[in-house]
């Protein structure tokens, strides 16, 4: 994510600089999954860690395998199908 982020500002810092046009970027519908997947795991661990004591038992580990495994199964469908 950091890459993405520092590549994306530096490529895109430079590009508004020396063009004077603003840099456009293409949010495909992978990435919209991803991001919003992804969010939902951060938020959903945010709140589960605390109200667990700090502890993360063997099945949350697995819960968040397999919550992975949906988001990039979801991505592969998108994809392979064409949503648009």
């Known amino acids: 994510?950091?890459?993405m982020l520092l590549g994306v500002g530096i490529s895109g810092s430079y590009v508004i600089h020396t063009t004077g046009k603003p840099y456009e970027l293409h949010f495909s519908n992978t990435l919209l999954v991803s991001t919003v997947g992804l969010l939902a795991l951060l938020l959903t661990t945010l709140i589960?860690?605390?109200l667990n004591g700090y502890f993360l038992p063997r099945k949350w580990g697995?819960?968040?395998i397999c919550f992975y495994v949906v988001i990039m199964t979801?991505?592969?469908v998108?994809?392979?199908l064409?949503?648009?």
């Open 78 to 80: 998108v994809e392979v």
């Open 48 to 50: 589960f860690v605390p």
């Open 82 to 84: 064409g949503f648009d």
């Open 62 to 64: 697995v819960f968040l």
């Open 1 to 3: 994510m950091l890459n």
């Open 74 to 76: 979801i991505n592969v």
